[in-house]
Every structure is written in C-alpha cells, then in structure tokens.
C-alpha cells in the first residue's frame, strides 16, 4: 500500500555551507534524506508513491543537492519545484544555506579539501563562481540560514527548532535495577534508593516486589522517602524539556536498590506516573525483577 508524500524539503546552499551536518540531524528527527541524487533520478524520486512503512506514510522527505550533483541544473530544479506545488499541492521548500566568502575560504583550508568547482584553482574562484550558479535557487529559497558564525552544533540546534515536530522528544525510559548486578549499561540519570528502608527484611515482604501494594506502602512509609522522591520528580520535569531543546534522541532514567526487586521497582513506578501526569510518555522496565532474594546481597539489617 502506498501514499503520496506530503512534506519535501530541498537541501542546497554553498559547497562548505553544512548541507552534511542539516541533513543528519533531520535524518536524526526522523526526516528520510537523500543526498546527491543525479537529478536524471530526482523525477522519479519524486513521483515515487511512498511505501508504508513502520514510520507512516506522511515521513518528510529532505533532499540534498547542490554543485556535486550530476547535472546540476537550478532553474530546472525551480521548476520542477513549481510544478509541485501547483499541480500536486505538496509543501515543498527549499532550505537555502549561505556563509560568507571568507568563512567558507577558511573551512576549506582548515580541512584541506579543493572547492568542488574549482579543483585547480583556488577555493575563492569556486566560491564566487557556485555563487552565481546558486542564484536561482537562493532567490526562489523559503528558508535561508546564514552558517558564517555557526558551529556544526548550532546549526544542528536551529534545525532542531525548525523542523522537530511540535510533540517531538527523546525516548524516556525508567528502568530499576540492582547494583549488585551492576549498572545498567545506557543509564543517562542513576538514583540510587538503597538509603531507604529495605523491605527484604522483612521476612513477611521478601517474597515480594515493589509492584505489590504492601511492599510499596513499607518504602513509602520511610521518613527519607517523600522529601527525597518528590524532589527527584521535580529535577526530571525540570531536565527533561531541556535534553529535548538540546536534540537528545533518548534518555534513561536508572532507579538502584541492592537487589532491583523492591525499593528501586516501586520507586520507578512512582516515578513513571509521575512523568505521565506531566505529558511525557516512559517506558518501564524492571531488570533485575525475576532474580532471587540473598541475604548476602543485601548486606546487614538497619534497625528501624
């Protein structure tokens, strides 16, 4: 089954510009991207229905051309673009990157690579030169970045800003483990819960987890216990929109107990309500949930 594309970007500017960098980054917000296509093929990309896939058939589709492009051709691709947008009705635009002659004259040298139209001459010749060959495309752009004073980073930051989607964000996890089966390996955030009272002591609870009620209640009912949840709660709500502005593609929430079947799995719970109450949308997972209660992981008793 297939459906028609709805959203296409073009990707041109100065060789040096940091087509690369945009391209990626929109690739990384979910964006499909093609970089380079001789425009002999670019028709029959376009005209291509899209195939349905796990990502859905209204995935924005970004392509990257400019003078490495096998028979680059401006004024075609204008057209071409014209004739979109008047006989199909698609959003197609152009993302148009500049960068001053100067700078661009500095990147080349700093990455000791030749201009791509001036491979015998000096990169200023190039420059000046794809300038006037881009006119067409720069004149008819939406959208214009001016690279000269960016780093890589800023620039993929703006694009983030730009073209994200509104409800856009890292995947969230909250994962409880047992720190005497070590770390969980992709932990971004790592609290550890073993100052609370430990129900393993519990001869009644031990045979329990934190997802059952009574055990949850024991942890709860530890002095520690509100004051020092609450205020992990409020650091999350407070951090997580800023790794979202930032780009961050996922973010894991590790919650530690000795053995990850008790404290660590109810405080997770808890958590993870939490962050839902607040819009976002975790995923939980108890890694150490299955293993077996051993006094000798749990070190001594603390009396109550």
Not at 108 to 129: F, N, S
Not at 172 to 186: C, M, N
Not at 218 to 229: G, I, S
Not at 245 to 273: D, F, L, N, P, Q
Request: charged share 30%; glycine share 8%.
């Amino acid at each position: 089954m297939t459906a028609e594309r709805k959203d296409i970007l073009i990707v041109t500017g100065l060789s040096g510009g940091g087509k690369s960098t945009v391209l990626k980054t929109l690739e990384d917000l979910g964006w499909e991207t093609v970089d380079n296509l001789p425009l002999v093929l670019l028709d029959r990309l376009l005209d291509a229905p899209v195939a349905e896939s796990a990502s859905g058939p209204d995935q924005p589709l970004a392509i990257g051309i400019g003078a490495r492009t096998r028979d680059f051709d401006p004024v075609r691709i204008v057209e071409r673009i014209r004739r979109l947008r008047d006989d199909h009705g698609w959003d197609v635009g152009i993302l148009f990157l500049d960068c001053s002659g100067a700078e661009l004259e500095r990147r080349y040298t700093e990455t000791r690579r030749r201009h791509p139209l001036a491979a015998d001459r000096p990169a200023a010749d190039g420059i000046v030169r794809e300038r006037e060959l881009l006119a067409p495309l720069r004149d008819w752009a939406n959208r214009l970045i001016d690279t000269t004073r960016m780093s890589a980073n800023d620039l993929a930051q703006q694009v983030r800003r730009d073209f994200a989607p509104k409800s856009a964000g890292p995947v969230l996890s909250v994962t409880s483990f047992g720190f005497a089966r070590g770390l969980p390996r992709d932990a971004d955030l790592v609290f550890d819960m073993r100052f609370l009272r430990n129900p393993h002591w519990d001869a009644r609870l031990r045979p329990g987890t934190g997802l059952d009620a009574d055990v949850a209640a024991y942890v709860a009912a530890d002095p520690a216990y509100e004051p020092a949840v609450s205020r992990i709660e409020d650091l999350l709500t407070l951090l997580l929109p800023r790794y979202r502005a930032e780009g961050k593609s996922y973010v894991t929430v590790a919650i530690g107990c000795t053995g990850g079947r008790h404290r660590s799995v109810h405080v997770a719970e808890r958590i993870a309500a939490r962050l839902r109450g607040e819009g976002f949308s975790p995923t939980v997972t108890h890694r150490d949930l299955a293993t077996a209660p051993q006094d000798s992981l749990e070190g001594s008793p603390v009396a109550q």
